[in-house]
Every structure is written in structure tokens, then in C-alpha cells.
């Protein structure tokens, strides 16, 4: 499947943490990927719908797993060491930092689009990203990883991310978005002509 590449990179993130928490299971294909390759020990896997999770029951049955029917975080009263919150909106995702429990666990975050909202968000709400990733599966998916903290961050580093530009595997990717833009410059209206230019500039700078 396209999703595979997606699913078994962030799997990999979990190496090291010991109970982890994915917010949004869906088929909890993430934490069943995690427990396969036996990078951790317990999951907590959530949902807003009863559907998906029991979708993730039946992927997981073999696992230690724990099932919470919960918006968020609201009703995840248990401990975690990484809370993985992917393929959702950054809007979504900041929605739902909004609720992240004080402490010192990380978060895997993955924002389908816009994750230049998502590192402002962050920046404005105590959070410090560690590292970033860019992965290529069908789509251009970027991660970042979190802790509670300070950053400061440009407007440069909002696009392009503070660690993702100093890594190679980034520059495809940038032309990429560049060339989106490019596409989508002449057919905009005068205000989103001057955003995306500011963007398009940033890009290709690199």
C-alpha cells in the first residue's frame, strides 16, 4: 500500500519509549508496525469514534494495547513517554496540543499540509521541535518531533523547518513545493499572489 512507507517510518520513532500513545489510531497500524518490529512495549491507542477503534482492537488483539474512546487527549488519564499525533490537519493537531499534559514526554507530529502553522503553534506555546523529517511516500510527508520548551524560529524556519533544512533529503522536496506554487501563483487572487510569492521566494532560495 502507498501508506506503508508513512506508517513504518513513524513506527520507527517510537524506538526507545516504552508506553506509547497514538491519538487518532484509526487502524492502529502505526503502533501494530511498532509492536511487530518490538520498538516498544505498550499502547494506548485513542479515537474520537467507536469505529476505528475497535478497528485498531482487531489489529492489536495480540498486544498489550489500552483502547480510550477520547477528542484528544481529554480522556487519556493514563501515563505516556511519545504521544504520535499524524495525518491530520495542523490546525487539527494544534487544536489537540492544546490539551497535551504538562511534563517531559515527546510527540511525533504529522501534519498532512500547512506544517508551517503547525511550527508557528508551536512556537507560541512552549513546545521546542528536535528534529524533522521529510518522507516520500506517493506524497511529501514532514515529522517533527517534540518536547515541551523554547525556540526561537524566523519566518525562513517556519517553511522550512529550523532542522529539516540542513539535512539533503529536504531539497527535493522544496522544489517540489516550489513547483506547486508555481503552478498555482497566476490563477490567484492579488492578496495570495504576494503569500505565495513570500513562499515561493523561501523555497527556492535554498
Known amino acids: 500500500m502507498a501508506r506503508n512507507k508513512r506508517i513504518s517510518f513513524l513506527a520507527e520513532l517510537t524506538k ?3 508506553r506509547v500513545l497514538d491519538i487518532g489510531t484509526d487502524h492502529g497500524l502505526v503502533l501494530q508496525k511498532a509492536f511487530e518490529k518490538g520498538y516498544i512495549k505498550e499502547a494506548i491507542a485513542t479515537d474520537l469514534r467507536e469505529k476505528p477503534l475497535q478497528q485498531a482492537k482487531n489489529n492489536l488483539k495480540n498486544y498489550p494495547a489500552t483502547y480510550i ?11 505516556f513517554d511519545l504521544a504520535i499525533i ?4 495542523a490546525y487539527l493537531i494544534a487544536d489537540i496540543m492544546d ?6 514526554q515527546t510527540y511525533i507530529l504529522q501534519a498532512n499540509e500547512k506544517t508551517e502553522i503547525l511550527r508557528e503553534y508551536l512556537l507560541n506555546h512552549g513546545f521546542k521541535i528536535i528534529d524533522e523529517y521529510v518522507v516520500h511516500d506517493r506524497f511529501y510527508y514532514v515529522v517533527l518531533k517534540v518536547v515541551r520548551g523554547l525556540m526561537v524560529l524566523n519566518e525562513e524556519d517556519l517553511y522550512l523547518g529550523p532542522i529539516l533544512k540542513n ?4 531539497i527535493e522536496y522544496y522544489a517540489r513545493k516550489a513547483h506547486q506554487i508555481e503552478k498555482i501563483l497566476p490563477g490567484a487572487d492579488p492578496e495570495r499572489q ?13
Open 167 to 170: 539535512k539533503p533529503e529536504s
Open 16 to 18: 526507545g519509549y516504552d
Open 99 to 104: 490539551h497535551a499534559p504538562e511534563g517531559n
Open 194 to 206: 504576494i503569500e505565495l510569492g513570500k513562499m515561493l521566494k523561501i523555497y527556492k532560495n535554498l
Open 86 to 89: 499524524a495525518g491530520m490537519g
Open 69 to 79: 474512546l477520547s477528542d484528544g487527549f481529554l480522556a487519556v488519564k493514563v501515563p
